[in-house]
Structure formats: structure tokens, C-alpha cells
């Protein structure tokens, strides 16, 4: 069983180890190892007719039960594929014919639902599992002749979907290697400490902590859907379950931020902070340590198909407090390459970012990785984020992220997006901003006073029109990558 590539095997053998100790608490229900081994196992017996390395969809809505069937399709040898957020109904048929789908985990809670699943099982020849009579049961046994499948580790384990921040949604495909290689990645660059409790927004990181032993606290969300994320419960959350470690993206952290500045309460338990999922400014980075004292802040730069990448620490001998303006615009600092990973940048100045390694996810056709984000690598082997691909035009040696990160870290705005547009006159950039307040057309800002910062650093050529938004188009997963070609 050492030998099982399968990486669901290092899952089964932490949870062994900790088979009376609570890993995981998730809207108030709390799971040992025990229980999550046997759930495991009792979603195991559903999938025993399925063929080895067939491709099954997870359309079960988030919960306790999603993550223990993902791990009951691993341990079998199946490959579970998790849906893009807001899939429509003429994608998701698409997904299942491009991903040669061979079943499909829901609840058939309805009779519209009924229906609808015995149409697809018949059309193309899915079989339908229903799940209804097991979710939240507590007839859940341990079942000793269920045994892990052996897989090659080059077998798919997971399929997710991108963000779509460039266009439509691309499948990644994950194998067994790959997630264990992502897993000893983290575990490298975050290693546990004593007494540690986690409060984990990424699934890969649920998964991790389940390895390494970690206990999982998850955010209390409606139906996990990250924009109906209410600050006063995760702060009472964090507080209420002395959280030591949180990882979480700009849009969650943001609204942190903004409830933690209004509310006197105080998370002194939190020892350290792990951002990513899109680029991070240097004011949310000093305003997440000015209210989390005690706490190493780590600015996290990766993609599900390389996770990490890049991982810079912050802390008091690096960081200068002021986020002086002229440090945005070099780009956004992601600190040094994760060991293990090679890393080219075509060209070197503002160039696509290339990576292998290890922990990289490509088609057996490529050798590198292309992230679709743009940057350089300074004198000292620090890396900088100065462009995202579909608007990656290089105007006058300046790129998008540039102008974006200045603003960032102006006082009264919230977002900002830069889009290059070629003219017959001249190329230039057109911004896009949202202030603090843009209801009834009122900004706290004005035209003048943001030309007035850009000219300082930018020649005033470059710089096009300026317009006022409610709101900037981001994508559904995060809330935090902007759909550039939705400006254009």
C-alpha cells in the first residue's frame, strides 16, 4: 500500500493517525478522523460499478459531503470534475461530452430534477448516482473491505476549471503526482506548527491539512458562495474558534479589512495570513498588518496549475510601512520562485511568465507552463506581476498593472482597471475606476485629482480617458481578477 500512487492513500493514513481527533468543523458539525474515514467510505460503496479512471461530476451543492465525496472518487480511482461557477446549462452539457463524463453525483431533490437526470443517463449514457439517501445520514460504518484503488500517478485525479479571467473557462487536469507534489510544495514553504487551527477559503488547501493533520475550521457562508460572505460572523468565527493560520483571496480580505476598521474587535490569535487567488497591493498588505499585529503576512502568487509559484513573506525587516508610491509601480511584488520550480520569462522584461517543475500541471505536449500573467524577475531574483494576457499591450515600456497598482494605493479607491487601446492618433490607456462611494454618480475622488497622481510617474500621453464605475466586472470565483475583455 506504500507504493500507491493514489493520492488519496496519504489522506487515508493521516486520517488513521487521527482517527480520534477533530479535523474538520464545518457549519457547526464537527468531524474526527474517524467519521470522515467512514463517510468516505460509505459514498465509496456508490461508485463501485464505475470503471477505474472514469470521469464523474460533482454537481452536489457545497458542503461536508462534497469534500467527502471527492475523496470517495479518488480512493476509488475515479476522477472527479468540479464545475465552473455558474455554469449554464448549454456549458455544462458541452462539459460533458468534451470530459467523456461517465456519471454524475447530485441530489434528485425535486421532480423536475428526476426528470431531467433520467433524460441526460439515457441521451448519453451517464449513470446517474443519487446521493439524497445518504447526505447528512449518521448510518455511516467503517467498512474494512472497501480498499483504496491503485492508480498510475500520472492518472487524472482532479479536473477543476479556471477562473475564466481570460476568456472561457479552461479544464485543468490534475494528476495523482501533481497534487502530491502541490501538497509537499505547501507543506515546504507553510510547515504546521503546534496548536495550529486553519481557516482555509481553497479547497487544495482543505485537502493539505487533511494530510498534515491540520484541523480545519471552514467559513461559515451561505451555500459557500463567496459573495454572500458576511464579515461579523467570519470575525466572530475566527475569534470564537481561536484561529491561528487563515488563507483567503483580495476580495475577501478586502472586506475583512474594511469590517475589522469599523468594529472594535480584536483576533489576536492569528499568528499567520496566506493571500493569493489574483495580485495584491502593498496598501491591503499593510493594512491586513496593521490590524493583524501578531501575524506573518505571506502574499501567495500561483495558479490551480501551479500552486505556489511564488511566495513572498512579509515581514519587518522587508516591508516598509509606508507603501510609498513609487515601490507600485514597479508591479505587484510576489516575492522568490518556489524552490523546485525553473521559470523563464519570454521576453525577460514584461514578458509571459513560463514555469516547470514538480507541482506543475501541463498537457503532455508542453514542457512549460504559460501562467498568462506578465512580469520580471529584479537583481535579486524577486518577482514582479506587471500584466495579464488579453491586455498585455506594452505601451511607452509601461504595462496595465502599473498604472493599476498606483491607484490601488490611492486613498478612496477600491478598484481600478487599465485598458491599452491603439488608436490611429496614439496608444494609450483608458482607466477605469470605483471610489469608496459611486452611488447617485457622488465619487471622493475627482478626474483631476487621479490625473494628478499618474502624471507624477507617467508621461501624460499614455494616459486616455478616465471613467467613473459602480462596479468593475470580475470573475465568479474569486470577485477579484478583472474580466479585461468585458471593458474593451
Not at 141 to 156: A, G, R, Y
Not at 239 to 258: A, L
Not at 457 to 476: M, Q, S, V, W
Amino acid at each position: 500500500m506504500e507504493n500507491n500512487h493514489n493520492f488519496y492513500h496519504h489522506i487515508e493514513k493521516s486520517l488513521l493517525q487521527n482517527y480520534e481527533q477533530k479535523l474538520l468543523s464545518w457549519n457547526e458539525k464537527e468531524f474526527k478522523g474517524e467519521i470522515i474515514l467512514k463517510k468516505t467510505h460509505t459514498y465509496q460503496t456508490l461508485f463501485q460499478d464505475l470503471q477505474k479512471n472514469s470521469t464523474v461530476i460533482v454537481a452536489v451543492s457545497a458542503s461536508p459531503d462534497t469534500f467527502f465525496i471527492i475523496l470517495a472518487l479518488m480512493a476509488q480511482g475515479l476522477t472527479p470534475v468540479i464545475l465552473p461557477a455558474n455554469v449554464s446549462f448549454i456549458n455544462f452539457i458541452k462539459i460533458l461530452k468534451e470530459q467523456k463524463i461517465k456519471g454524475i453525483v447530485w441530489q434528485k431533490s425535486n421532480f423536475f430534477k428526476k426528470i431531467l437526470s433520467k433524460i441526460i443517463g439515457k441521451i448519453f449514457k451517464i449513470k446517474i448516482i443519487d446521493i439524497i439517501s445518504i447526505i447528512d445520514t449518521k448510518d455511516t460504518q467503517d467498512n474494512p473491505s472497501i480498499t483504496i484503488q491503485e492508480v498510475l500517478k500520472t492518472q487524472t485525479a482532479l479536473i477543476s476549471y479556471s477562473s475564466g479571467s481570460t476568456g472561457k473557462h479552461k479544464a485543468i487536469f490534475r494528476s495523482h503526482q501533481v497534487l502530491l507534489a502541490q501538497h509537499l510544495a505547501i507543506k515546504a514553504i507553510f510547515p504546521p506548527f503546534q496548536n495550529q487551527i486553519d481557516f482555509p477559503l481553497f479547497p487544495n488547501i482543505l485537502l493539505h491539512n487533511l494530510i498534515v493533520g491540520i484541523p480545519s475550521v471552514m467559513p461559515t457562508i451561505e451555500k459557500f458562495v463567496l459573495s454572500n460572505v458576511n464579515m461579523k460572523i467570519i470575525c466572530e468565527q475566527i475569534q470564537k474558534e481561536k484561529i491561528s493560520s487563515i488563507t483567503g483571496n483580495v476580495f475577501y480580505f478586502k472586506r475583512m479589512v474594511q469590517y475589522l476598521m469599523q468594529t472594535p474587535i480584536k483576533l489576536p490569535s492569528v499568528k499567520a495570513i496566506g493571500i493569493g487567488g489574483s495580485p495584491v497591493s502593498e496598501k491591503l498588505v499593510f493594512e491586513l498588518k496593521t490590524l493583524f499585529e501578531k501575524a506573518t503576512i505571506y502574499v501567495i502568487y500561483g495558479s490551480s496549475e501551479a500552486e505556489p509559484i511564488a511566495v513572498r513573506n512579509v515581514n519587518d525587516s522587508s516591508y516598509d510601512s509606508s507603501y510609498q508610491q513609487e515601490k507600485t509601480i514597479k508591479g505587484f511584488c510576489v516575492g522568490k520562485v518556489s524552490e523546485g520550480l525553473e521559470i523563464k520569462i519570454e521576453p525577460k522584461i514584461m514578458g509571459e511568465i513560463c514555469v516547470k517543475g514538480k507541482h506543475v500541471a501541463t498537457k503532455n505536449d508542453q514542457e512549460w507552463f504559460r501562467t498568462g500573467d506578465f512580469g520580471y524577475q529584479d537583481e535579486n531574483g524577486t518577482l514582479f506581476l506587471t500584466g495579464r494576457k488579453g491586455n498585455e499591450k506594452i505601451i511607452s515600456g509601461v504595462q496595465h498593472y502599473l498604472i493599476e497598482h498606483l491607484l490601488l494605493c490611492t486613498e478612496n479607491i477600491q478598484q481600478v482597471a487599465a485598458i491599452a487601446k491603439e488608436t490611429k492618433a496614439a496608444a494609450c490607456f483608458d482607466i477605469y475606476v470605483v471610489t469608496n462611494d459611486t452611488t447617485n454618480n457622488i465619487t471622493n475622488c475627482t478626474k483631476n485629482e487621479i490625473q494628478e497622481v499618474l502624471y507624477q510617474y507617467f508621461d501624460k500621453n499614455i494616459i486616455g480617458e478616465i471613467f467613473f464605475k459602480a462596479t468593475l466586472p470580475t470573475d465568479h470565483r474569486h470577485h477579484s481578477k478583472i474580466l479585461y475583455q468585458q471593458l474593451k
